[in-house]
Structure formats: C-alpha cells, structure tokens
C-alpha cells in the first residue's frame, strides 16, 4: 500500500504506514515469557492497529495468548511500551480456528455476517498478526485466515449497507431528513469498510477509515469523494435537499459495493474505478436503495421492498446502469470480456428484468 497525492488541506494529513518493527516484537516477546511458561503456550501473536500499518504516538503492542494455564487480562510496559495481554480461553481458540478456516456463509446460515465485534476483530487480528509461538493451535495459517476474512467481510458490510439503505429509504419516506442523513453516513462506511476488504486492507475499527483510504493507491479514483460524502452538510437543508445528498451516497455505496463483490473477491481488486456522472443522461439508473450482497455460492440484490437471488451477470449489468443510454450501456457492457457475446435483445431483457423487480428505473418509469 502507498501514500497517493491528494487535493491541498486532505494529502497534508496523509501520514506513512506505521507497521510492527523487531523492537515492538521483542518487547512482546518479552512479556509473553514473563506471563506463562514456554511449554504452556499454543498460540501466542502480535496483532492491532501496528499489524496493520496504522501506528501511532500512543499505539500498545496487542499480544494475544492460548495457554494451557489461566492468564489475567492486562498491561505490562516492556522497553518503553505498553504490551496489552490478552487471553485466549480453549474455547475461544477453537471458535477463532472455525471462523478463520474457511467463509462458509449462506443464505440460510449467515453465521459469520452476525459474528460479534470482539469475535470479529479477533479473527482478524489473528489474519494481519505477527506469529510468536503456534504450538498445535489447530488455527489456519495467517494467509488462508486472510483471505477467509478478506471474504468474510466484504458479505458482512454490504449485508449491513443493504440495511442502512432501507433505513434512509424509509426516513425519507416520513420526512425524517436528519436519520436519512446519519444512516446514509453509516451506509457508506460500511461500503467503504467493503472495497477496503476488497483491496486486502483489513481492520476492525472506525477511527482509521479515511487514513485506510488514502493511502490506498486502488481507490484513488474515489477516496476524495469518500472524504466528501462521509462529512454532513452545513446550512439550511429542504427535504429535497437531503433526498439529493443521501441518493448520491447510496448510489456511491452500491458502487463501492459492486465493484468489490465482483471484481475483488478471488483476489484483491487491483483498482476502483471513479464514481459516474451520468445519472442524469436518461438511460437506465439503478435503484439507489438497492444493495448486491455475495455470499460464497451465490448472489442477492437487496431492496428495502425486495431481495432475491440473482447472478454476478445481473449484478455487473445493474452496475453499469447509471444513467447512460442503453445503447452506451450496450458498448460499455461488450468491451468487458464477460459480456462480449450479449446482445442487444439479452440486454434488453436482463434490464427489463431489473425493472420488474425495482432495482433499475428506465426514463419511462421514473
């Protein structure tokens, strides 16, 4: 990951990644020998925002331990830093073993989408983390627990952006313009938190969104409408005005969204390409309350008054429908080597599909 050039008053904040050097593992090491014997030990890591790059003036060293005898939960300063020990029972340990080995999320058992934070985080800061000791652990290894949770997560944010768009959809519904704001807020979080996933950026945690996002070189081409759409307006506000600004986040999460679930899902996804225009040219626009969801067998679309199963074809399709006229859309679509055999008519019918079951408008329909 790289720092990328920004506007003035955003690229002066950017700061260089701050990962885990040998004297922060040194003091962990250190302290893991003075709270339990060697032998007891079968997994110990280094985990945290330094894992992930995200140091700072006051960052602790995150030791995480599994022993075979009771550890107490606590902080020990070693070498000038902080080391926070932090207990991993038995039973923890083989829970952390099930939900790193593999996504085996479904549509009828999203049990990994539902995981608690402190489940979750754990999971991941043993994917990013530095291994001291595994001594039998029965985890995977930190690369196969990366891309299980690299996977884990794109399905958990856009399942709970989905959730954010019925939100606002429904607080425009009553006129509640001040929840349509925050909720649209929360929604592009979590579709941001989804392409971060997507670009093999992972962490569990808020404060650093924006700094994940510009030093990413993938989501150049959308990280400053990133900073602008996650800051609230100022001034007086009509209930059109805030319908204007919580559509264009919507739109922006469902495409944030798509672009991760398809194109960064095997692999990370090499590069995001810029948030469109064009909805206003008077083709075919997506619903922006619609939401694709993936899950490791198959494919959704999620509408505050629908979901239902679809294809990854369909989903790149109501992707690409943002505004221009079918016929763009048609070329747009035959340059992608998955679609180099649609035609005109298929075209057709997969958007009048899409329209059926109100995810995309046509000029005629809006």
């Known amino acids: 990951m790289h720092i990328i050039e920004r506007t003035a008053g955003v690229g002066a904040l950017t700061v260089s990644d701050r990962f885990l050097d040998e004297t922060h593992l040194?003091?962990?090491?250190?302290?893991?020998?003075?709270?339990?014997?060697?032998a007891d030990v079968r997994l110990a890591f280094v985990g945290g925002s330094l894992a992930a790059g995200l140091g700072h003036g006051n960052s602790d060293i995150d030791l995480y331990i599994s022993a075979r005898t009771d550890l107490r939960e606590g902080n020990l300063s070693q070498d000038g830093y902080t080391v926070q020990v932090n207990p991993i029972t038995s039973n923890r340990l083989e829970e952390l073993a099930r939900i790193c080995a593999a996504n085996t999320i479904s549509e009828d058992n999203r049990w990994q989408?539902?995981?608690?934070?402190?489940?979750?985080?754990?999971?991941?800061?043993?994917?990013?983390?530095?291994?001291?000791v595994d001594n039998d652990s029965g985890l995977p290894t930190p690369a196969v627990a990366r891309q299980t949770m690299r996977q884990v997560l794109m399905s958990r944010t856009a399942?709970?952006?989905?959730?954010?768009?019925?939100?606002?959809?429904?607080?425009?519904?009553?006129?509640?313009?001040?929840?349509?704001?925050?909720a649209s807020v929360i929604g592009v979080e979590e579709a941001v938190e989804c392409a971060l996933a997507a670009v093999d950026d992972l962490y569990i945690g808020?404060?650093?969104?924006?700094?994940?996002?510009?030093?990413n070189a993938s989501l150049s081409a959308v990280s400053d409408?990133?900073?602008?759409?996650?800051?609230?307006?100022?001034?007086?506000?009509?209930?059109?005005?805030?319908?204007?600004?919580?559509?264009?986040?919507?739109?922006?999460?469902?495409?944030?969204?798509?672009?991760?679930?398809?194109?960064?899902?095997?692999?990370?996804?090499?590069?995001?390409?810029?948030?469109?225009?064009?909805?206003?040219?008077?083709g075919p626009t997506r619903n922006p309350w619609t939401i694709p969801i993936r899950f490791p067998q198959s494919w959704g679309l999620i509408s505050p008054q629908t979901?239902?199963?679809?294809?990854?074809?369909?989903?790149?399709?109501w992707r690409e429908s943002d505004g221009r006229s079918t016929e763009e859309l048609y070329h747009a679509l035959r340059?992608?080597?998955?679609?180099?055999?649609?035609?005109?008519?298929?075209?057709?019918?997969?958007?009048?599909?899409?329209?059926e079951c109100d995810v995309v408008a046509l000029a005629t329909h809006r």
């Open 26 to 38: 040194t003091a962990a090491r250190r302290v893991l020998d003075k709270v339990v014997n060697s």
């Open 113 to 132: 989408v539902e995981l608690g934070e402190p489940e979750l985080k754990r999971a991941v800061r043993y994917a990013i983390g530095t291994i001291l």
């Open 159 to 182: 399942w709970y952006a989905s959730s954010f768009a019925e939100d606002v959809a429904g607080a425009l519904h009553i006129g509640d313009g001040l929840t349509a704001l925050q």
């Open 206 to 215: 808020r404060k650093f969104l924006l700094r994940r996002v510009f030093r």
């Open 225 to 282: 409408e990133v900073y602008h759409l996650l800051s609230q307006p100022a001034g007086d506000l009509s209930l059109r005005d805030v319908t204007e600004i919580v559509t264009r986040r919507m739109r922006f999460a469902g495409h944030l969204i798509a672009w991760s679930l398809r194109e960064g899902w095997d692999t990370p996804l090499r590069s995001l390409p810029a948030f469109p225009d064009t909805w206003t040219h008077g």
């Open 307 to 317: 979901g239902f199963s679809t294809t990854a074809a369909m989903v790149g399709i």
């Open 335 to 355: 340059s992608r080597d998955e679609f180099s055999g649609i035609s005109p008519e298929l075209l057709d019918a997969a958007l009048t599909q899409l329209v």
